[in-house]
């Protein structure tokens, strides 16, 4: 798994984790993509840590769940991501 976006890691709070989410990366514009957890974890991915947009985060089960977040509100972007997919062939 890579960030989707630069930015700082925020650990999700008590009540994201027991949703599932483990952290986030908080954009400057003040968004948010979070991320669910990961079965490992790459080097210096901690609790405010600086990351680059594709820079590894670890390792995923094969299943992840990402959430954006504008303000307040969260946003699944499954539907964005499946609709701007390419065609397979």
């Known amino acids: 798994?890579?960030?989707?976006?630069?930015?700082?890691?925020?650990?999700?709070?008590?009540?994201?984790?027991?949703q599932?989410?483990?952290f986030w990366i908080v954009r400057d514009d003040g968004n948010r993509i979070g991320y669910s957890a990961l079965t490992s974890y790459a080097a210096g991915v901690a609790n405010g840590a600086d990351?680059?947009?594709?820079?590894?985060?670890?390792r995923s089960t094969g299943e992840l769940e990402?959430?954006?977040?504008?303000?307040a509100t969260?946003?699944?972007p499954f539907p964005l991501l499946q609709a701007t997919r390419p065609p397979t062939s």
């Open 51 to 58: 990351v680059a947009i594709g820079q590894p985060l670890g």
């Open 20 to 22: 599932g989410l483990a």
């Open 74 to 76: 969260r946003i699944n």
């Open 66 to 71: 990402v959430t954006w977040a504008r303000g």
């Open 1 to 18: 798994m890579v960030a989707a976006s630069a930015g700082r890691l925020a650990a999700a709070s008590a009540e994201e984790r027991a």
